[in-house]
């Protein structure tokens, strides 16, 4: 069992930026393919990024390219989502996500292991 625990959202003025981060206790990390999710109220979760195992390749939601960046340190255990240039749409609960098998594409049918979410909020 993967224990996953989002931190780093909170509320930002459009425009802005945060770093979500996501620290896993596993000792086989870098077996994982990992992925962040976001669900806004009302909507279904919706794939944002994900990351390879060795962090050289990534897959992002068209919505979020350019802006969001995600990243992992197999030595620390941990994925991070860099947010710039945040609007009001991406205001969600977002979630990290784990999954075993291959493939950076990602649906939540595919996740192994979930986080339990943290909230962004961007102010208009």
């Known amino acids: 069992q993967v224990q996953m625990v989002e931190s780093g959202g909170g509320v930002v003025q459009a425009g802005g930026s945060l770093r979500l981060s996501c620290a896993a206790s596993?000792?086989?990390?870098?077996?994982?393919?990992m992925g962040w999710f976001r669900q806004a109220p009302g909507k279904e979760r919706e794939f944002v990024a994900a990351i390879n195992w060795s962090g050289s390749s990534t897959f992002y939601l068209d919505s979020v390219k350019g802006r969001f960046t995600i990243s992992r340190d197999n030595a620390k255990n941990t994925v991070y989502l860099q947010m710039n240039s945040l609007k009001f749409e991406d205001t969600a609960v977002y979630f990290c996500?784990?999954?075993?098998?291959?493939?950076?594409?990602?649906?939540?049918?595919?996740?192994?292991?979930w986080g339990r979410g943290t909230q962004v909020t961007v102010s208009s």
């Open positions: 996500a784990a999954k075993v098998s291959y493939g950076l594409a990602m649906s939540a049918g595919d996740i192994d292991y």
């Open positions: 596993t000792r086989t990390f870098s077996n994982y393919i």
